[in-house]
Each structure stands twice: as C-alpha cells, then as structure tokens.
C-alpha cells in the first residue's frame, strides 16, 4: 500500500509541476488562467479573489460565485493526481487581449514552454537534494571528488540483463551483494571469479534490498549465452555469469553550494544524453523502422518508481528527477498535441508575420492527440504484459 501511494504521489508531482510551469508562464505572459486545481475534477473545493470587494472567497463544488472575479480560481480536486489549468481562450474559441491568441507569438510561446522549464527545474531541485543528502558514486570516482563526505556502501548491482539468470532469479538494480555461498567478498574482481567458475552451478545470493536482506538462487551460464559477442572480449566468452554488472559504491554528500551545482550539471548533462538517445530512437523508426531500446508508459514508469523505493530514498529521488527531464525532453517533440508541435505552430506564425487558421490548427492538434491516446494504450498493454510476466513468472 505505501508503495503504491509513492508511485501515485510521485506521478502526481511529476504532472503537477509541468502544469503548474504553464500556469507561471501564463501569468509570466499576462495570459488569463481561469483556473489552476491540484488533482482532477470534480471540484471539491476553491479559492477565488472577487472584483468588487477584493476579498478571498472560498466556495465548495462546482457553482463558481455570481460575483465577478478578478483572479485565478484556485481548486482542490477530487482525484489527487497531478493537477490541470484552464486558460483562457486556449482552444481558440475567444480572442481578446487576455486570452491565449490575444497575445503575441512570443508571448505565447513562452506559455508553451513553461510546463517543460518547470519539469527542468524539478529535476534540479531533486538532484540537488541527492547531492547534498548522498548521492551513490563508484569507489574510485568519490575518491577523486573534493570537500565530499563519504560512506561506503558495499557492492551494488547497477544493471541487470533481462531474461539473464539474474533476472530470472529476481536479482534487481540497487541490490547490495552481501554474501556468495556464505563467503564475504571485499573486490568486484573477487565476484566474477568466483561466479566464473560456477557454471551450471547453483550458487547462493545473500543481498540487501533497501533495509530487508534476502536470499536468492541463480545458476551462472557461459557469458556468451547471456550477452552478444560484441558486448564481450574474447576472454569474457569462456567465462561464467549471471547477467550483471555491479560496482563498488560509496554514498557522497556534498557541501550545500556544490550539491547545486553538481544538480544543476547532471540535469544539464542527462537532459543532452535524452535528447540524443530520443533523436537516435525516432531517426531509426522513421528511415528504418526499426525499434531500437524499450518504450514505457505510466505503467511502466509506476511499476520502476515502486521498485527504485525499494531500494532507498536518495534513488527514488534521482529517478523522479531522470523521469522529469525525459518528459521535459519528450514534450519538446514537434508533434501535435505535444509542447513541442504547439511551439512549432507559434513559430511559424512568428517567422511569417501570417496567422495560422484556428480551425486548421485545432484539426491537427486533435489527429495528434488521437494518435497518442492510440499508442498510450498500446504501450500501457504492453506494459501490463510485462508486468503480469513479473507477477507471475
């Protein structure tokens, strides 16, 4: 149960915060937001500045009050996910100096573009967080930082092949390998020794996931039955495994300057990794057709949130914070519906001097939005498949 409720809340302050940058950038560009909730309606509860006495009003359901209003209304919703905005004139259907399509291209575009600054900035937050708290290095790499705290972990799993002996077995990333076959083991190089020489025999796991220890079974298999040649070197491929790649890891704290710094960077430097593994994906499916990695959906994404909570806080943290910039990344897509297609509608106006008909506009959008909810369901059947696979298996 507590799982779940990090899987919802952690979901729900993803959309929240991508929202609530439109929101600012909206008011950023003096564009009406009629209403900005936390969670969806039904409405259950708002908050709203009136005209004519410039006094909070509170009122409850949907009957928004008689008097006229001179700011947002502010709502609390009955399903607590995420959150939503209602601007003004977004959908074309009125034009005044307020509203959407009232204003300038620019000023539209920055409206646009808030939702995926906001996401950016989340992810900077977060990372700076896990920077200061302690965020998981390798040995070697913490050794070489400056004015850091350090405290060793242990030797952590980092990757896990899938359909691997690992994997089969239940091995997950994070997973601290404490004992093999009741023997303690100090060096990485120890672990692929022993495991090298244990094929087809069964060997016992003795791991730490979060604060719960645990034993697991695995019989180690030839390397070169578990990975492709060229993930090997010749003398890898005679060897046993299990499917893994672990690492030795220290938890690094940093003083509170730094630790913002170090976020600010390693937002910057995942989002650039995004944006090209994003670009090298759509450059084979479009002249290839070829499907290169593994696409989620929310339940996908649910389903890893709950497993990165298993193993602790600090990379809950840096999972919401990587899934924020790859939505920050994903809306910037130039496709309808998407941030990305909305911005490039805006830019053209603003290149041509020409308005775009709002009707043609509105068309695309939808086909777009069609389009998506389409393979939304595909990949969130997909991702129940994988899901009952793991459940059941």
Known sequence: ?????????????????????????SKISKITVEEFGFGYPPRLIGLVKLKKTNKWKIFFGKKVPNEEL????????L???????????????IVSSDSFYGKSWWQRGISIIGGVLMNIF??????????????????EK????????????????????????????????????????GKEFKEEEEIKDYISKKINHEINLKIKRGKNEIELKVVPKPLKEIFSEEELTEDEKEKGGIGIVFSKVSLVSYPFHLAVLKGIEATFITFKKILIGVYLILKELILKRKM??????????GTFIGEVYQVG?????????????????TQLIPFPALDGGRL??????????KQISRKTEAIIHNIGFTILLLLMIFITYRDLLRLGEKLFK
């Open 1 to 25: 149960m507590i799982t779940f409720l990090v899987v919802i809340i952690s979901l729900g302050i993803l959309i929240f915060f991508h929202e609530f940058g439109h929101f600012v950038f």
């Open 70 to 77: 001179s700011s947002t209304i502010y709502s609390l919703n």
């Open 79 to 93: 399903i607590p996910f995420g959150g939503f905005n209602k601007i003004k004139g977004e959908e074309g259907e």
């Open 122 to 139: 989340l992810a900077i937050i977060l990372l700076s967080i896990c920077f200061k708290i302690g965020i998981p290095l390798s040995i």
């Open 142 to 181: 913490a050794k070489i930082e400056k004015n850091v705290q350090i405290k060793e972990v242990g030797i952590q799993v980092i990757s896990v092949k899938k359909s691997s002996p690992a994997d089969k077995a239940g091995i997950r990333l994070g997973d601290i390998i404490l004992k093999i076959d």
């Open 292 to 301: 290169i990695g593994e696409v989620v959906g929310v339940v996908g994404i």
């Open 313 to 329: 806080f600090v990379y809950l943290l840096q999972f919401i914070s990587l899934i924020s910039i790859a939505l920050a990344v």
């Open 344 to 353: 490039v509608f805006v830019l053209i106006e603003g290149m041509t001097k």
